[in-house]
């Protein structure tokens, strides 16, 4: 994809597997997977509520966000102790 259509705008997302790109319009979220396109619509704007999209649309980022922050600290705190 080189330019998305009017009222469109390209996003980023970390979608599925062989995902090219993806736009977005308000709440429609489009992924161009190269040979066809899948189009969704999301509870929560990112563009308006970025957080609200992540909890309600995204919880799965969410949780692997806090996972990853989790294990941080356990790498800090042993680190620390040594």
Request: hydrophobic letters at 50%; aromatic letters at 6%.
């Amino acid at each position: 994809m080189t330019e998305p259509l009017d009222g469109w705008y390209l996003s980023v997302g970390l979608g599925k597997p062989g995902c090219v790109a993806h736009i977005r319009n308000g709440h429609l979220h489009a992924l161009d997977m190269g040979e066809f396109w899948l189009l969704h619509r999301d509870n929560v704007d990112p563009a308006e509520d970025p957080a609200g999209h992540l909890l309600v649309d995204a919880p799965g980022v969410v949780v692997a966000l806090a996972v990853v922050g989790f294990l941080g600290l356990l790498v800090v705190a042993a680190a620390a102790s040594e």
